[in-house]
């Protein structure tokens, strides 16, 4: 079946421009993660959505990072004023309930 | 917080032989351990995982044992192939207590199976 998809694959932006990146998880998983990977820090967690309950935002590095989903299926994570340091790959997860994440491909942010 | 750490960061193997990824947490009430593959340019890969309850883990050519006295995991790879060369993440996560099970990842070990 399909797995988790993410949009766009790639995306270049300038520095202080607000950008938006799309998740689609895998149909009938309930959770859903945001990740972030970059070369100093690694894999890190920015926010979990499960189902209706309130999302997990400890991970979000400052308030220009917001997340939501929409009917329990599509996230959309918003960077606005993007920072240099922003550049990363954004990665999302879903699962079926707790534990095993299944990623998507992940997208390759630049901020210039 | 967890903290995992990972050893080593760079691993070369000659085809054929094995290959050990060690991982370490700070965590005790962690509780489920992935491992990841991640290829070039793509997502990290689910390739076995192991819970709290289990001790180890085998699946064809992987393996994954678990001490958590020590609170150390380890993967091992047997008769590597060249297909093998990835970046590997261990991971730990637990119950956050919002019902979040977020994964902590160690930074990664790049292994290379020369043919």
């Known amino acids: 079946g399909a797995g988790v998809s993410q949009s766009p694959s790639n995306k270049v932006t300038e520095k202080g421009k607000d950008v938006e990146l799309r998740c689609d998880p895998i149909?009938?998983?309930?959770?859903l993660y945001w990740y972030r990977q970059s070369l100093g820090q690694g894999l890190e967690f920015l926010i979990y959505?499960?189902?209706?309950?309130?999302?997990?935002k400890s991970g979000l590095p400052s308030d220009r990072f917001s997340a939501e989903r929409t009917g329990g299926s599509v996230s959309t994570l918003t960077i606005q004023r993007t920072q240099q340091e922003d550049s990363a790959v954004y990665l999302c997860?879903?699962?079926?309930?707790?534990?095993?994440?299944?990623f998507g491909p992940g997208t390759r942010l630049l901020v210039l | 917080g967890e903290n995992v750490e990972q050893h080593p960061s760079t691993l070369s193997v000659q085809e054929g032989d094995s290959a050990v990824i060690k991982c370490t947490y700070s965590?005790?009430?962690?509780?489920?351990f992935p491992w990841y593959k991640q290829e070039l340019g793509k997502g990290p890969q689910l390739i076995i995982d192991?819970?709290?309850?289990?001790g180890e883990k085998k699946d064809q050519r992987i393996a994954v044992t678990l001490n958590k006295t020590a609170k150390h995991f380890s993967l091992h790879i047997t008769e590597t192939q060249p297909e093998d060369s990835a970046v590997y993440f261990c991971?730990?996560?637990?119950?956050?207590?919002?019902?979040?099970?977020?994964?902590?990842f160690g930074k990664g070990t790049k292994l290379s199976v020369i043919p």
């Open positions: 192991i819970r709290s309850n289990v």
């Open positions: 149909s009938g998983h309930t959770a």
């Open positions: 991971a730990a996560s637990r119950d956050s207590g919002a019902g979040s099970y977020q994964l902590t």
């Open positions: 959505f499960q189902g209706n309950s309130a999302p997990d």
């Open positions: 965590d005790s009430a962690s509780n489920y």
């Open positions: 997860a879903s699962s079926v309930g707790v534990e095993t994440q299944y």
